[in-house]
């Protein structure tokens, strides 16, 4: 029978032995991977693989060898406790092996994990696990972790119950990272916080969570929103050191403003509207861009946009004139704007 994902962590976390088996599915196969694992160690516990208490066997194996599925989950090892079968990448080809298994499981048998790809809703193998009154057919869609799945990676990594405003930026973060970087970030920050009773903050999650190539900018990106014209100059020239081009920060300043039209524009409090960014923005700079937003107007920010475009298409023609000094002083102007 199917298994919804709102009852899958529960499942997933603290298993029913009376369950012969269930099949995990989905097209990330991060995604599946984790469900996977998370199962095993719940169910068999963390010594299952070392005291012979699991066992793996390739999907493609079962269509040669019908039997080594039921001969499996009837193993048994010389170490007491839980045993599970695990059976990866399995196809429809595998089915009558999986459907003998399952009709020959008995109380005190191995558990058969079964895991595979995208399945459309006619394949025999999703079509046995939804049929069967016994075991378990669980979907794992590209949708990012939701509250309770964050809360429950925090407790395993020893985090706890986390400040209302680190869970924000914990869930804005989940929705921009892929599952597997997600999870290391958890476990980066909790060795952070290794022996640190303070809550967690919103500028360690920032600090902490993976870079993107655009953050080297982003000083001054803020310079200009802010209005703080000295800072211009030194920085264009560290990043021009760097080999970031001139057309890179007027491509990144467009977008920074397009970030502040959508805030300054809307007809809510821009609190409310910073919450429905996608992809969302969290830690300090969500602090920064409130603030920058309060100091530019819907006209102001339309006359940037406009002055942007037109310097990105001078430093992409074919113009003699030296693109850093034609990006310098299109940054000069738009943080003038930013005093008046």
């Known amino acids: 029978m199917k298994l919804s994902?709102?009852?899958?962590g529960g499942f997933l976390s603290r298993p029913d032995p009376r369950v012969p088996g269930i099949l995990i599915y989905g097209a990330d196969a991060m995604r599946v991977a984790e469900r996977r694992a998370t199962?095993?160690?719940?169910h068999a516990g963390p010594n299952a693989d070392s005291e012979m208490r699991l066992v793996r066997l390739p999907g493609a194996d079962l269509r040669r060898d019908a039997a080594a599925a039921v001969d499996a989950i009837k193993a048994q090892g010389f170490f007491?406790?839980?045993r599970a079968v695990v059976i990866d990448d399995a196809t429809d080809g595998a089915v009558e092996a999986l459907k003998g298994a399952l009709a020959e499981w008995a109380e005190g048998d191995a558990m058969l994990i079964a895991t595979a790809g995208q399945l459309a809703p006619g394949s025999k193998l999703r079509k046995l696990f939804e049929g069967d009154k016994r075991a378990f057919c669980l979907a794992v869609y590209d949708d990012p972790p939701g509250r309770e799945e964050i809360e429950?990676?925090?407790s395993a990594e020893g985090l706890g119950d986390q400040p209302p405003e680190a869970m924000r930026d914990l869930m804005a973060l989940a929705q921009t990272l892929e599952p597997g970087d997600f999870r290391q970030t958890l476990a980066r920050i909790a060795l952070y916080k290794l022996n640190d009773d303070t809550p967690l903050t919103p500028a360690e999650i920032a600090q902490?969570?993976?870079q993107s190539a655009e953050a080297e900018i982003d000083d001054i990106l803020d310079a200009l929103a802010e209005g703080r014209i000295g800072d211009l100059a030194p920085i264009l020239s560290r990043l021009a050191a760097q080999g970031v081009q001139p057309v890179a920060v007027c491509i990144g300043a467009a977008r920074h403003f397009?970030?502040?039209?959508?805030l300054v524009s809307d007809p809510r409090d821009p609190r409310q509207a910073i919450g429905a960014l996608r992809p969302p923005v969290f830690g300090p700079r969500r602090d920064r861009l409130l603030r920058q937003a309060q100091n530019w107007t819907v006209e102001r920010v339309e006359e940037a946009l406009r002055d942007l475009t037109a310097t990105d298409l001078a430093l992409r023609s074919s113009t003699r004139a030296p693109t850093r000094a034609l990006a310098e002083r299109a940054l000069i102007r738009?943080?003038?704007?930013a005093r008046r």
């Open 5 to 8: 994902p709102r009852d899958a």
């Open 39 to 42: 199962l095993v160690a719940a």
């Open 80 to 82: 007491p406790g839980p």
């Open 152 to 154: 429950a990676m925090l």
């Open 208 to 210: 902490l969570a993976p």
């Open 258 to 262: 397009r970030l502040l039209h959508t």
């Open 334 to 337: 738009l943080a003038r704007l």
